[in-house]
């Protein structure tokens, strides 16, 4: 089964406009943590921002801010005002523990390519 | 301040060849770990290390083989190099995880591998 969903192979959004990237996560572990990353063109892997499970609050950095339902199992990453340089691959990927030997490491999605035009 | 460090950054093998990719971190992180990334296909897990000496296979472990025999390197093998096994690799590692750690891991640049 996924563990992380990304649905939207492909976004595109207009300089300064509001863009929703989409990811569903399943887990029956009540301890997990949410993350977002951004590859540009170049290939290099960068943070943008994490969601633990026990968060009250949604996490927000700068114009990158994760709309965390818990219910619904979705953690979707939203990106005010675009700007062109935001045109990159997102992904979406969650902490996992193992249940045979408890290690934790990271599961991502499939990716979403994000477009932002002038 | 290096990081995560891979080496070599680019290879082309014949089917049939063996090589070594190396990862090194300077961060005295207990966590390192290896996927690889196909189009339309994310990042995979092939194998991850908890330690000096302690290794576990992740989803797509075949064909590869890894060894942990200092805290700072950790090394993917590929015995018998497959056209499957044309991909881009990434290391990553994490100081550990806990309840205060975000659990962000570091990535190093990638090696992009080509089987031919």
């Known amino acids: 089964a996924q563990k992380i969903t990304q649905t939207q192979p492909g976004m595109f959004v207009q300089e300064k406009e509001a863009v929703t990237l989409d990811c569903t996560y399943d887990t029956s572990d009540p301890s997990y943590g949410l993350f977002w990353y951004k590859q540009p063109s170049s290939g290099e892997m960068i943070f943008l921002i994490y969601?633990?499970?026990?968060?009250?609050q949604n996490a927000t950095e700068g114009r990158y801010s994760l709309n965390f339902q818990k219910a619904r199992k979705s953690a979707n990453l939203v990106i005010s005002a675009s700007q062109l340089g935001d045109s990159a691959m997102y992904f979406c990927a969650m902490r996992e523990v193992s249940m045979n030997t408890g290690f934790q490491k990271l599961v991502f999605g499939t990716g979403t390519r994000l477009l932002v035009s002038p | 301040n290096a990081g995560v460090t891979q080496t070599p950054k680019f290879r082309v093998l014949k089917t049939g060849q063996s090589m070594t990719l190396l990862c090194a971190q300077d961060?005295?992180?207990?966590?390192m770990y290896w996927y690889r990334q196909d189009p339309g296909m994310g990042l995979r897990l092939i194998h991850y290390s908890v330690g000096e000496g302690t290794t576990a296979k992740g989803e797509v472990p075949d064909g590869y083989n890894v060894s942990r025999l200092k805290k700072q390197n950790f090394l993917l093998g590929l015995e018998s190099a497959a056209p499957s096994q044309t991909s881009v690799y990434f290391c990553a590692s994490i100081p550990g995880f806990g309840r205060v750690n975000t659990g962000e891991l570091f990535f190093g640049e990638g090696s992009r591998l080509t089987v031919l």
């Open positions: 961060m005295n992180h207990e966590y």
């Open positions: 969601q633990g499970s026990y968060d009250q």
